[in-house]
């Protein structure tokens, strides 16, 4: 009986070993597994990079109740160093199960969490976009903090920033150490750009209007050389639509929307999915890779990451389309 049950612990640990291949390449918009073997939950995700890991967030679905809408599960972590091969270091950030009044209870919505270190305060700071249904009329920003990037995340509280509603979010740190949240607000007429205090806890107070009654939503910032970059989506909900990106010298100057970046098979609704971060790739130059959630609202569980390289001249941003790529695309 006792050798049994060995060879049956043999047996099970040699099927996970198999189950769990390694990557070596980015396959956009196919099913991607963690080092267990699982699909990675995390959409409308970002990264961080922090002490030569790289720090994948995102909104875990895992749910299965595969409608439109999936019960708050909360915000998951996976870590990698070649960002291929991503370890799941579990939810960060639990739904709150017990009080149905609070933010993450799972009855609510929790998307587009986003994490920056502070180096003041040695915090890693999380935003999302917490919100009620049905009709996502709480409208809110949610913040968190941790002392480890792997959590877990203690939920502060949440806001209206500077007033104003606030659905899809990014968050940006810029070179000088300011950091600014980006959220459709106004009905998603308006997108705003609000700066946050130094511990990034806050708006401070300074906000720009930008894309006025433009509608757009799904914010990715990233700044190159002396530019900074927006790209955004339109707002037809889990439905894909043209991506567009905008270009400023500042982050609260004037920002001006140029066109569609996309190139290639379905680059008029951004190969059928929706961005969520552009982030820089670490040790090449000019390499940034755009993330992008194909959402499957039948199944939210089961909505897909696109991972594709940017290509910047100048001013001029374009994504082209590929099937499978790896870092070897950028230049050292
Ligand atoms: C999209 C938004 C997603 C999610 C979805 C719900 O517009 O970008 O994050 O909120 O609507 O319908």
């Known amino acids: 009986m006792k050798y049994n049950l060995y060879f049956i612990c043999l047996l099970l640990t040699a099927f996970t070993l198999k189950t769990s291949e390694r990557y070596n390449c980015f396959r956009p918009g196919e099913i991607w597994k963690d080092t267990d073997g699982k699909s990675i939950q995390a959409h409308g995700g970002g990264i961080l990079y922090n002490n030569g890991v790289y720090y994948w967030y995102g909104e875990n679905k ?19 160093k070649d960002l291929y091969n991503w370890k799941y270091e579990g939810v ?6 017990t009080d149905t009044a609070h933010d993450l209870h799972p009855s609510k919505v929790l998307e587009r969490p986003k994490v920056i270190y502070n180096e003041k305060t040695k915090k890693f700071v999380m935003w999302m976009h917490v919100d ?36 899809d979010i990014t968050l940006f740190k810029d070179t000088d150490g300011k950091a600014y949240i980006f959220h459709s607000s106004e009905d998603n007429k308006t997108i705003y750009i609000s ?3 130094d511990d990034y806890l806050q708006p401070d107070g300074h906000f720009k209007r930008l894309f006025i009654d433009q509608l757009r939503e799904a914010p990715a910032v990233f700044k190159h050389n002396r530019h900074y970059f927006i790209i955004t989506s339109g707002c037809t909900g889990w439905t894909s639509n043209a991506a567009r990106y905008a270009i400023a010298d500042s982050v609260l100057g004037e920002w001006r929307m140029i066109d569609n ?8 609704i951004t190969f059928n999915t929706q961005g969520t971060f ?12 755009f993330m992008a959630d194909r959402w499957n609202p039948q ?3 089961d909505s897909r990451y696109i991972w594709l390289p940017l290509q910047i001249r100048g001013d001029s941003l374009a994504i082209q389309w590929l099937d499978k790529w790896d870092l070897s695309y950028f230049r050292k």
């Open 261 to 268: 970046p996309c190139r290639g098979p379905k680059s008029e």
């Open 195 to 197: 700066r946050l205090t």
């Open 278 to 289: 552009v982030f820089p790739v670490q040790g090449k130059k000019d390499a940034y890779i």
């Open 299 to 301: 199944n939210l569980s």
């Open 132 to 167: 009620t249904r049905p009709g996502y009329k709480y409208a809110r920003a949610g913040v968190a903090v941790s002392d480890n990037p792997r959590g877990p995340f203690q939920y502060l509280n949440s806001i209206r920033p500077n007033n104003a509603m606030s659905r």
């Open 92 to 97: 960060v950030l639990p739904a709150v199960k």
């Open 62 to 80: 895992d749910s299965p109740t595969h409608k439109q809408h999936v019960p708050v599960v909360g915000v998951s972590c996976y870590s990698s």
